[in-house]
């Protein structure tokens, strides 16, 4: 009777090794796919940054009037290279006031990081 427990426990702990080895090499071909890459987001920071400028300086061209104008744009120009030199980024924004009936102003924007080096030049009418 003893030797009859002791074949249970050798199949209980043979199972038992079995089981874990199946699930340890399952779980080496499912858990590459369970992580999220998360690089993509942070690699588009800039790009993120960059688009974001160069929308609201069209906003603040379109909200602004004459008057008021050049005076937002510098404004805004200020804010935003601060802002980028805090991110770690360079930000070189110009603006040129073409017209003032309908104004037009004419910006050049060039963004340079670590990673990239992102440039834009556009027109806007209001």
């Given at each position: ?57 069209i906003k603040t061209v379109e909200i ?30 110009k603006y040129n006031i073409i017209s ?27």
């Amino acid at each position: 009777m003893l030797n009859l427990s002791n074949k249970k426990a050798q199949f209980f702990i043979l199972t038992t090794v079995v089981i874990v080895g199946v699930f340890y090499t399952l779980s080496k071909y499912i858990n590459p796919y369970a992580f999220i890459d998360t690089s993509r987001a942070a690699s588009g920071s800039e790009t993120f940054f960059f688009d974001n400028v160069k929308e609201k300086a069209i906003k603040t061209v379109e909200i602004s009037n004459e008057t008021e104008l050049e005076s937002n744009l510098n404004q805004y120009k200020n804010f935003v290279e601060e802002m980028a030199s805090e991110k770690g980024y360079n930000l070189n924004f110009k603006y040129n006031i073409i017209s003032t009936g309908p104004s037009i102003v004419d910006f050049n924007m060039i963004l340079i990081s670590e990673r990239m080096t992102l440039k834009s030049n556009f027109t806007v009418i209001r």
